[in-house]
């Protein structure tokens, strides 16, 4: 408090305080309340976010280690893989959601239902808005205030929105990234029936109607046309007319030559496959211009045609970008450059945060290129077995799939490690020699950019996260040794494999070659990874019942 000595305080009843901060500018905002003596002696961690990456670490924490706080918009944990599912009533929105109060409730954390809007790192101070206004006894709106949370460990695990391109028209899209999306995409799908079988509608309107275009050819975008076959097939065509299934066409708009492009190639072309059968329109190396109110416009990266397709329903899924309170954080701190995502060190700390203080983890985050190539000689002499000072093709192969099973390099770089043999051998002597590796990992450097953005990489780091403060909770750090995070192992990620569903059939890639393309088997199996990570029993039973509901009852086609 005597930090804040010359600052304008009021005190409250309650004991908390307005504050204006000496660094942060004019603002007179109350210090959050929620601390009392006990708790206030123990370090103070502030969650920002209830998904992937915090709910991993907070399932991690032990119990009396930190007073927790978890502050997010979303008062739920969602399971994202399954979202898709959601859109067509596979299963219900409640069966994928599980309270955040439920899941803190034996770390005996405080939630606090609010948005991060900005950090003061000099004072450790989180700012935050609760989300909207809530009506007082006589009715009448009370205006909510911003307040500050204090913070001794700040965890940034705030996601991620859909980035966008510049693409002009995005408005007119659906994105697929959170409960309601999922809601909204599932009851359009029904009003676009509905519409489409009304008298009054023409044939040209109908067909508009029932053209579901999905922009992005990745495990979203596949997911989501495999579901909306699914529905369309299995359910839909008992109850409409014959004449109305006929115009349904559902199209994948992709800008690179294959779907599902990050996994091997095999599975690329087994889903290929699979859809066209199923007559869904794969349209790849074609990149969009333009959203329009009633149709896309796009490219053919090769002959620079222009195409327009007509939609009913457009869904927007190509990517990832930062959310506008992590673009603040990025833009206030020069050592942040990347404009993708908040730059940590490998023990997921943020970078310009010079106190083991702040940590950034999942979708919002990406660690700092590893630099393959500082690690040369260790590389080279750990893969050199026979110590001939080169490496034989396995020898070299070896290699990779160790470097592959720490960096994102698995499947697509590994397919080419004969073809990278070959380039980089420059003196063709059927070895690798150190500077011919050398200048192999530069190149595997060069591409080497990010973790990507999935579940499983939140989850690990989480994960980390967890076990690293339980047992920084433990050590006492001293004026000689302040930074004990340094001491501590840094964070590894470990490569389990990716799946998809494409409808009746599923794909996984477990990375270093191995896969699994199947009908029903991979979908038994894609089904039960997925139940198996549910967060708790609860949402596990309502998946189960949902998923016996439909194979019973089919999906339901009501609308509300
Ligand atoms: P999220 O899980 O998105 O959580 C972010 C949290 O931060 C949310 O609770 C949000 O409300 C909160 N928040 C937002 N703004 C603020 C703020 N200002 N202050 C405080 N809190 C805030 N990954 C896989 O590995 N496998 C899959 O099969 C898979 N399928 C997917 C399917 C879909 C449809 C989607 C959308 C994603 C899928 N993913 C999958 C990706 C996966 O969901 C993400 O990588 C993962 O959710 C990232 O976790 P996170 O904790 O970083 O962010």
Redesign the pocket.
């Known amino acids: 408090d005597q930090k804040y000595s010359n600052s304008p305080q009021q005190e409250f009843n309650d004991g908390s305080s307005l504050l204006s901060l000496k660094t942060g500018g004019p603002k007179m905002l109350k210090i959050a309340s929620h601390l009392n003596d006990d708790e206030n002696k123990k370090p103070k961690l502030v969650i920002?976010?209830?998904?992937?990456?915090?709910i991993s670490l907070i399932k991690e924490l032990e119990k009396d280690k930190y007073h927790v706080t978890v502050?997010?918009?979303?008062n739920y944990f969602?399971f994202?893989?399954l979202?898709?599912s959601a859109t067509v009533g596979t299963l219900e929105s409640r069966s994928l959601m599980e309270p955040i109060r439920s899941i803190i409730k034996d770390l005996d954390a405080h939630f606090l239902e609010a948005?991060?809007?900005a950090v003061c790192f000099n004072d450790k101070l989180v700012e935050v808005a609760p989300l909207t206004s809530n009506s007082n006894n006589g009715g009448e709106e009370k205006e909510m205030k911003s307040f500050y949370v204090p913070y001794d460990k700040l965890v940034i695990?705030?996601?991620?929105q859909s980035i966008t391109h510049g693409i002009e028209g995005i408005q007119y899209c659906h994105s697929?990234?959170t409960i309601n999306d999922a809601r909204t995409i599932r009851k359009k799908i029904m009003d676009n029936f509905e519409l489409a079988s009304l008298p009054t509608t023409t044939l040209e309107e109908r067909k508009q109607l029932l053209s579901f275009v999905v922009c992005g050819g990745g495990?979203?975008g596949v997911?989501f046309a495999a579901e909306l076959y699914d529905f369309l097939t299995e359910d839909l065509v008992s109850y409409f007319p014959a004449a109305l299934r006929k115009e349904v066409q559902v199209s994948i708009i992709q800008s690179s030559d294959h779907i599902l492009n990050t996994y091997d190639k095999r599975i690329s072309d087994f889903a290929e496959k699979k859809f066209e059968r199923d007559n869904i329109n794969v349209i790849t190396n074609a990149r969009v211009q333009k959203i329009e109110k009633d149709h896309v416009l796009y490219k053919m990266k090769n002959t620079n045609e222009e195409k327009e397709l007509k939609y009913g329903l457009c869904l927007w899924s190509t990517g990832i970008s930062m959310?506008p309170?992590a673009e603040k954080i990025s833009s206030e701190l020069p050592e942040q450059k990347n404009k993708r995502a908040l730059i940590t060190d490998n023990r997921l700390r943020l970078k310009g945060i010079k106190d083991s203080s702040v940590y950034a983890?999942?979708?919002?985050s990406t660690i700092e290129n590893p630099k393959l190539v500082e690690g040369l000689m260790k590389f080279f002499m750990d893969a050199d077995l026979n110590n001939d000072g080169a490496l034989a093709y396995d020898e070299f192969s070896k290699l990779v799939k160790k470097i592959s099973k720490s960096y994102p390099i698995t499947s697509n770089h590994l397919r080419k490690a004969n073809d990278l043999f070959e380039e980089f051998d420059k003196d063709k002597s059927g070895t690798l020699e150190l500077n011919e590796l050398r200048d192999m990992l530069e190149n595997i450097d060069k591409k080497l950019t990010s973790l990507p953005?999935?579940?499983?990489?939140?989850h690990q780091q989480g994960k980390y996260l967890g076990k690293k403060f339980n047992q920084l909770a433990l050590a006492k750090s001293t004026p000689s040794n302040p930074d004990l995070d340094d001491k501590l192992d840094p964070f590894n990620y470990a490569h389990l494999g990716?799946?998809a569903y494409i409808g009746n059939a599923a794909v996984a890639d477990f990375g270093m070659g191995y896969t699994w393309m199947g009908g029903w088997s991979a979908v038994y199996l894609w089904r039960s990874i997925y139940f198996s990570e549910q967060v708790s029993f609860r949402t596990r039973a309502l998946i189960f019942s949902d998923w016996t509901k439909r194979f019973v009852f089919g999906r339901d086609i009501s609308k509300f």
């Open positions: 920002l976010g209830s998904g992937w990456g915090a502050i997010s918009p979303q969602l994202t893989p979202l898709p948005a991060a809007t695990a705030v996601g991620s697929l990234k495990p979203t997911e959310i309170f983890i999942g979708d919002c953005a999935t579940a499983q990489v939140a990716s799946l």
